[in-house]
């Protein structure tokens, strides 16, 4: 379906290291053909729980406080997909822009990027997929859920899981993952309880992470899909859990129903 589509997402998620949020999450998108799409989306948080320092750099005094309406990292995308005789594959080249705060952990405090690739072969109505990708801001790894903290500093990071088409139009997808630190790093965290405030680690395993994301996508009509999705971090014991709402301007072409 060539040309512009816009669509705006609104989720709320609880995460066991810092509570509620919830956030708004805007995307203008444009297709140019069967095989290249570009879009630009930014996350804003409406709701969520930081810890802000009111001391000073040297002698840290961190308070709770509750930000609303303000902006996580922007996304700047372009996709190249195609299907090949054995596998569909999908190429996710993100260029991260440092529109949210690095102090609460919902930036990384400069221009980042990302680079996936998506293999995926459909048996029936399941389909295995392998995600491989290097990258050095981790908000910029899947937007299913938002973590509570950003680290930063090159990383390799894979995917390997199935989803499995249901009646309705429905989509059941497991997934497990890692994120590989290929030097040192830094996180920014938004509380602390999951991962220190700041963090420069003289080591790669201070930034790593790893666990499984399972997701529930439930069309309600072209233009309206409803999710629900949990994560479990193995990695920093961290288990997250939400639902979302996404409604798009152009619903997309009729699938068949199963």
């Known amino acids: ?33 069967s095989h290249f799409s570009a879009d630009a989306t930014v996350p804003i948080y409406t709701y969520i729980n930081v810890q802000q320092n009111k001391g000073t750099k040297a002698r840290p005094v961190y308070v709770f406080a509750n930000e ?11 996709h190249y997909e195609t299907s090949f005789n054995l596998l569909d594959y999908n190429l996710t080249a993100t260029l991260g822009l440092p529109s949210g705060s690095q102090d609460d952990g919902l930036g990384a405090g400069q221009v980042t990027y990302n680079f996936n690739n998506h293999f995926e072969r459909a048996f029936g109505i399941i389909s295995p997929d ?8 981790s908000q910029l790894v899947g937007d299913r859920v938002r973590k509570s903290y950003t680290a930063v500093g090159t990383l390799a990071h894979f995917q390997a899981g199935a989803s499995i088409a249901l009646t309705h139009n429905m989509n059941f997808e497991a997934e497990a993952y890692e994120e590989l630190p290929l030097d040192a790093g830094t996180v920014y965290s938004t509380t602390g309880r999951g991962k220190k405030k700041v963090t420069t680690s003289a080591h790669t395993g201070g930034t790593e992470d790893n666990g499984f994301l399972n997701t529930l996508d439930i069309p309600l009509n072209g233009h309206v899909v409803v999710s629900g999705f949990y994560n479990r971090s193995l990695r920093s014991k961290i288990d997250t859990a939400g639902f979302s709402l996404t409604f798009l301007l152009r619903s997309p072409p009729a699938d068949v129903v199963r």
Not at 130 to 137: H, K, P, Q, R, T
């Open 130 to 137: 392998v995600e491989i990708g290097l990258g050095d801001s």
């Open 1 to 33: 379906m060539k040309g512009l589509n816009i669509s705006i997402g609104t989720s709320s998620q609880h995460d066991s290291s810092n509570g509620w949020s919830s956030l708004i999450t805007p995307d203008v998108a444009w297709r140019f053909n």
């Open 68 to 78: 609303k309406f303000t902006p996580g990292d922007a996304a700047l995308n372009s």
